[in-house]
């Protein structure tokens, strides 16, 4: 079992993935991976296309069911409600208004919405203006940040995203790195991504799913807090140790 961080008093749960396995007819994905983020890191995933990633992450947010294995909280309670989770699709339903959408996970559990939460949200990603817009009338990149704003707005202890910064712009990215990883201090967090320099700004901890069927490496640690500046030296030396074991993983 790999570790990372230790549990600290008052802290978010972290989670615990125990012989996780996945497979479709014949194929296995994974088979008995083993890992823990422990409260209040900060992880991030990462590893070639069609390795499993999305399939993992799924698997901990409760969405898909693994073939064999569990996830678990690491203080023993139930993971239900304690987490939120950002596909590589924005899912905006097409006839709510952008701060509709930002609020509608408490509409759909009967809780007040707090509407002036989700405008400081949209104004944190750029999109106070355009509250009232209907998804349609916006961008691929403020489709994904009204996205991020409705995650940051769900307040819970663990988060999951997958990709959530792909479709914006470099310097637009930067900002919403910025704004997550102010606001994701103090959660657990595992989070996808295929660009080895967002992973070395925003995680302590990287890992890489790698294989057929995929394992995970051991845990990179990148020292100093986040996010990180874009010439940190700690940020470009882990970079380039990153993209060399990625391009030895990529096939010929």
């Known amino acids: 079992m790999m570790r990372v961080q230790d549990p600290t008093a008052g802290a978010p749960p972290g989670l615990r993935l125990e012989r996780l396995t996945l497979r479709y007819g014949a194929r296995t994905i994974f088979e008995n991976l083993d890992l823990q983020i422990d409260s209040g890191a900060f992880m ?3 590893g070639t296309s069609g390795v499993g990633k999305t ?3 799924k698997i901990v947010a409760g969405l898909s069911a693994p073939s064999a294995g569990r996830v678990q909280a690491t203080d ?3 993971l239900a409600h304690r987490i939120a989770y950002m596909g590589q699709q924005d899912l905006l339903y097409p006839w709510l208004d952008v701060i509709g959408n930002v609020m509608l996970g408490a509409r759909l559990r009967g809780d ?3 509407r002036a939460r989700a405008l400081h949200l949209l104004g944190r990603v750029g999109l106070a203006e355009r509250a009232a817009a209907l998804p ?4 691929g990149g403020m489709r994904q940040r009204a996205a991020i704003a409705r995650t940051l707005y769900e307040d819970r202890p663990i988060v999951l995203m997958d990709e959530p910064f792909s479709a914006l712009d470099s310097f637009t990215r930067a900002r919403v790195q910025d ?3 102010e606001l994701l201090q103090d959660r ?5 991504t295929h660009d080895p320099l967002e992973a070395c700004r925003l995680g302590q901890h990287l890992v890489v799913l790698s294989g057929h069927p995929a394992t995970i490496g051991p845990p990179i640690r990148v020292h100093g807090p ?3 500046a874009l010439d940190d030296p700690e940020l470009l030396r882990t970079q380039g140790h990153l993209l060399r074991m990625l391009t030895e993983l990529e096939p010929a």
């Open 44 to 46: 991030v995933l990462l």
């Open 55 to 57: 399939s993992l992450l």
């Open 76 to 78: 023993g309670r139930s």
């Open 112 to 114: 007040k919405p707090d």
């Open 136 to 139: 349609a009338e916006l961008s």
């Open 179 to 181: 704004l997550a990883a």
């Open 188 to 192: 657990t967090v595992l989070l996808i």
């Open 226 to 228: 986040t996010p990180r």
